[in-house]
């Protein structure tokens, strides 16, 4: 069965391209968010295998959303998107339960392998 992925990013693009590289593998993206704020929304509707979530983003970061969807499920499966030069932001986020992380600009092959160990 393909697993269920929530995208969330600010920029479409990105949500876009993500979304791509994730059908052209044969998983499903059962919902996309703009912000942290929806992306909990998003978890606690659709509660996804996994979610792919940018770090920088506008009302609730990715940090955030991260301990929030934590509390709602500790077994939550998340994995980072950061840009270049963000690697306290990141090291804060697997802190608070990211899985793993990919830096911006992404190759499609460590999206999928990213995706890949985190759902085991």
């Known amino acids: 069965?393909?697993?269920g992925i929530l995208i969330v990013d600010d920029a479409a693009f990105m949500r876009m391209m993500i979304r791509d590289v994730l059908t052209k593998n044969g998983y499903e993206?059962?919902?996309e968010a703009e912000n942290g704020q929806k992306a909990i929304e998003k978890y606690k509707e659709l509660h996804p295998d996994l979610v792919i979530m940018d770090i920088t983003m506008p009302e609730v970061d990715g940090i955030q959303a991260v301990k929030e969807i934590k509390k709602i499920d500790p077994n939550a499966k998340i994995v980072m998107c950061s840009a270049m030069g963000q690697q306290a932001m990141v090291i804060e986020s697997i802190q608070a339960g990211a899985r793993d992380f990919i830096v911006k600009?992404?190759?499609?092959?460590?999206?999928i392998e990213a995706v890949k160990k985190v759902l085991g």
């Not at 600009?105 to 999206?111: L, S």
Request: net charge neutral.
């Open 105 to 111: 600009p992404f190759q499609a092959d460590r999206v």
């Open 29 to 31: 993206v059962v919902g």
């Open 1 to 3: 069965m393909a697993n």
